[in-house]
Nanobody, 112 residues
């Protein structure tokens, strides 16, 4: 079974940037599609972005397209989410998902 741990969340001002990381342990994720989700209290978890096994195919929700970039480093068993030009609506707990596993999440708060 894969264990996923996210990091990199925190407090950021509107227009700022954050880079989220997700490190997997237990087995390789190189043959898995990986994704980032986010959730606001009281709302359903929302798919933000996903990336294919080799990184050649990516998906972005309309709300983050052009601002967020997903990437992966299979040698490091890791997935990343570069968040640029963040806004208040990006405030949420961000979760890494893949190999039928979820990380515990990392809080991102956008505030001036």
């Amino acid at each position: 079974q894969v264990q996923l741990i996210e990091s990199g969340g925190g407090l950021v001002q509107p227009g700022g940037s954050l880079r989220l990381s997700c490190v997997a342990s237990g087995r390789t994720i190189s043959n898995e599609v990986m994704a980032w989700y986010r959730q606001i209290p009281g709302k359903e978890r929302e798919l933000v972005s996903s990336i294919s096994q080799t990184g050649t195919i990516t998906y972005y929700a309309d709300s983050v397209k052009g601002r967020f970039t997903i990437s992966r480093d299979n040698a490091k068993n890791s997935v990343y989410l570069q968040m640029n030009d963040v806004n208040f609506e990006d405030t949420a707990v961000y979760f890494c998902e893949g190999a039928r596993s979820w990380g515990p999440g990392t809080q991102v708060t956008v505030s001036s």
